[in-house]
């Protein structure tokens, strides 16, 4: 059950958190030390093999791809709406009164998948219950439920809650690279994402 916002609170707007994220995301890459394989404006076709653009973007491969792709309106709506319904959507962001929240949800969430940015926030929710004192611990499952978007409604403390997501963040990039030396080509991009404060 998804709450009914009769408080009538302004909610967070998609159209701001795409914008901001398409700030940090290329056009068409190919790069064969991405493990996200061939890319277009973030979206990796290894992740997304049956997204519609991909037939679009075949189809334009004989012409200087980053120049026709990016003046294609179809192209883009296509973009726009894929990144709405896979990610915005299945963290509920149309239901989150916090713009700066759900941006930071919805841009961990291109970069490293929905589950991983809501077990970010839900590991964020139960670092601030004062041992449990104001809710139970969540189960960082990963999932969006209504209790997960209860609970972050319901927190006075957004600018917390917003850093430790981003110290998770970094933490994963971090290990991430440890673990594989190669990905280190890619700390200066990633590190961009990583916001100490909302007012950034």
């Given at each position: ?43 990796s076709?290894?992740?997304?093999p ?26 883009l ?89 981003n ?14 030396p ?19």
């Open positions: 059950m998804v709450p009914d916002n009769k408080g009538g609170n302004q909610m967070a707007e998609f159209n701001m958190a795409f914008e901001k994220t398409m700030g940090h995301e290329g056009a068409y890459s190919n790069d064969p030390e991405d493990v996200g394989g061939e890319t277009f404006m973030g979206i076709r290894r992740y997304n049956s997204w519609k653009g991909w037939k679009v973007i075949d189809n334009m491969k004989d012409r200087n791809i980053n120049i026709s792709l990016k003046s294609s309106p179809t192209l709506l296509m973009v726009r709406d894929l990144y709405k319904q896979m990610y915005w959507d299945r963290f509920m962001g149309d239901f989150i009164s916090s713009q700066f929240i759900a941006e930071e949800l919805f841009d961990t969430s291109v970069n490293m998948g929905v589950s991983e940015a809501v077990s970010f926030l839900q590991r964020g929710l139960n670092c601030l219950n004062r041992n449990e004192s104001l809710f139970n611990d969540l189960v960082e499952d990963g999932k969006m439920g209504p209790i997960t978007l209860s609970l972050l409604e319901s927190l006075d403390e957004e600018e917390l809650l917003f850093k430790i997501m110290v998770l963040q970094g933490a994963h990039y971090i290990e991430y690279m440890r673990k594989s190669l990905q280190e080509k890619y700390c200066r991009g990633w590190f961009k994402r990583v916001i100490v404060s909302k007012e950034k």
